[in-house]
């Protein structure tokens, strides 16, 4: 049986540190019993990435999006030239695919959960509003979870996940029960039949065949 899939937002790696933090991540997904992700990483497209992302994202029961340092400012300014301006200092910017995938996931109705680099700076979808989002300690080790609540929220995560999959599930059960059988298909009237009603519709059907089969044969025969 194959494994729930989660989505996994996550841009190249720069550092030995961050490829760990990525692993770390995908190996405690697979922990959970979930197959992370990742185009670019574990999927890889043909054409357009946008098109396979869309597609992982269909695929997929939740979102993980590891927001890792990509652009370092040691000295930048903000709103330059306005009535707002400020001076930047020692920023640290994610990969703005980080952005454009948590906000499809979003979309289309996938729980969100946010990892990222501690420092890195939280703006957009990386600041918490309807999901999770979680600063981890860098430079990142195996010990790095264990100074932050990553599990009690990880398990939050993964309940919301449950009780979406739940609720698909009782919506598709009424659809079919309020389904009117002139508009399915032979297949999905069976389909939606308990195995005890399957059984006895197949054996009327198989007794009614047999029926037309002998009263075919005699009319042949009289014939």
Request: aromatic share 8%; proline share 5%; charged share 25%.
């Amino acid at each position: 049986m194959d494994k729930p899939k989660i989505f996994v937002s996550a841009g190249s790696p720069s550092t030995e540190a961050q490829e760990k933090f990525i692993e770390a991540i995908e190996q405690k997904l697979r922990d959970a019993g979930f197959e992370p992700q990742t185009v670019g990483r574990t999927r890889f497209a043909a054409e357009a990435p946008l098109k396979e992302i869309i597609q992982t994202i269909n695929e997929s029961v939740g979102a993980m999006i590891i927001a890792e340092e990509r652009v370092y400012i040691e000295s930048g300014t903000e709103r330059r030239g306005g009535k707002n301006e400020r001076a930047l200092k020692d920023v640290k910017l994610t990969t703005p695919w980080n952005q454009i995938e948590a906000g499809m996931a979003y979309c289309k109705g996938l729980p969100v959960f946010v990892v990222m680099e501690e420092g890195v700076r939280q703006e957009g979808l990386l600041e918490p509003y309807d999901w999770i989002v979680l600063p981890i300690p860098f430079p990142f080790t195996t010990d790095s979870f264990v100074n932050v609540s990553f599990n009690d929220m990880f398990d939050a995560w993964k309940k919301k996940i449950a009780e979406k999959q739940a609720q698909k599930q009782q919506a598709a059960a009424q659809a079919t029960a309020t389904a009117n059988p002139a508009d399915m298909t032979i297949g999905q009237i069976l389909s939606s039949l308990k195995p005890a009603q399957l059984w006895a519709t197949l054996g009327s059907m198989l007794v009614l065949l047999a029926g037309a089969f002998t009263l075919g044969s005699r009319l042949f025969m009289g014939h």
